[in-house]
């Protein structure tokens, strides 16, 4: 019996000693990484820091370093979720900072086909994937759609428009202006009662007197809206032809662009409507003073509302003369180079 009890005595003491040994060794062999000089920046931050994780040793050596708070605890929040290295050098190098910020909070997630598109979002993937199947479109496509909102209907995912005195704030069908009222209308010279925000008024008057000169004659018939004038306008067209048709040609009270006091609607001088003439002189000119004509027959799938070639929005000329060179929507420029 006490034979039997020294041997689990003794058994137990080598198990002791064993697992101490194993201890000052792993110590030694961490601290001999330390003092190791490795070509690799990334290892060598992690070594310094507080964050070293002894078996991403190797793998910090695979990983580009970027100068990026928390970068050492980021990579191994990603090692942790089974991310390789070479997707962990694409995620830092192609990724925006929102969007990792997503990535570590979500479970591993396939993003090979995303690396390219920088206008990606990491909680909408699930929607750019059902859009694509159902609209047979490129990725490219489906993201830049659902981003805009066009995989609900018009109307029915709303949020609050960002960035309210930006003479890039975007207002649509899916973002609303709430109460908002610009505080630099400035009056037009053609009549005072119509107003616009300083920077487009000028812009506005700038147009008017260049196309005088090719023999153009426009007017203004209406500019900054506020909500309550919205919201009269558009019920009465509601009561007058039925919300379905209205919703094509006048904008929900807080969803219109003249509330943001950067809208004009233009007549040809003398008649109650833009002629063709003027109209196409518009087009091709308009961009040159900072408008872009918002609403065409080409674009109503995504903006929803019928061709109005007499509708002028101000974004300053660069971004208008760039959205007629990409010949695209405002909702798709405003998402592509702006959001961000």
């Not at 206008?119 to 699930?126: A, D, L, Q, S, T």
Request: with cysteine; hydrophobic share 30%; glycine share 2%.
């Amino acid at each position: 019996m006490k034979k039997n009890i020294i041997s689990s005595v003794l058994f137990v003491g080598i198990l002791f000693l064993i697992s101490n040994i194993s201890i000052i060794n792993n110590k030694e062999a961490i601290q001999t990484m330390k003092l190791e000089k490795n070509n690799s920046t990334t290892l060598n931050k992690a070594l310094e820091s507080q964050n070293f994780k002894e078996e991403n040793y190797y793998q910090y050596t695979e990983i580009n370093y970027i100068d990026k708070e928390n970068f050492i605890n980021n990579i191994n929040t990603l090692l942790a979720l089974k991310y390789t290295t070479t997707e962990i050098n694409d995620i830092f190098q192609n990724v925006n900072d929102k969007n990792i910020s997503k990535i570590l909070e979500s479970p591993k997630l396939d993003l090979k086909n995303y690396y390219t598109i920088k206008n990606f979002e990491v909680e909408k993937i699930p929607r750019y994937e059902e859009y694509q199947q159902k609209n047979n479109c490129s990725l490219e496509e489906a993201v830049l759609k659902v981003n805009i909102g066009l995989d609900h209907n018009f109307y029915s995912e709303i949020h609050q428009a960002t960035e309210l005195n930006n003479y890039t704030v975007l207002v649509n069908k899916y973002n609303s202006l709430g109460n908002y009222e610009p505080q630099d209308l400035k009056s037009l010279s053609y009549n005072s009662k119509y107003q616009l925000r300083e920077r487009a008024a000028n812009a506005f008057e700038e147009l008017i007197s260049f196309a005088k000169l090719e023999n153009v004659y426009i007017r203004p018939y209406s500019a900054y809206r506020s909500y309550e004038y919205q919201n009269t306008l558009y019920n009465k067209y509601v009561e007058k032809d039925g919300q379905e048709l209205a919703d094509t040609y006048s904008a929900r009270p807080g969803h219109s662009e003249h509330q943001t006091g950067l809208a004009v609607d233009v007549w040809s001088e003398g008649y109650n409507y833009i002629s063709e003439n003027d109209a196409y002189w518009l087009q091709n000119n308009s961009y040159k003073y900072g408008f872009i004509i918002r609403y065409t027959q080409e674009n109503q799938s995504i903006t929803g509302y019928i061709a109005e070639p007499w509708h002028l929005r101000y974004v300053g000329k660069d971004i208008a003369e760039d959205i007629v060179d990409k010949n695209i929507t405002f909702d798709e420029y405003y998402d592509l180079y702006l959001k961000n």
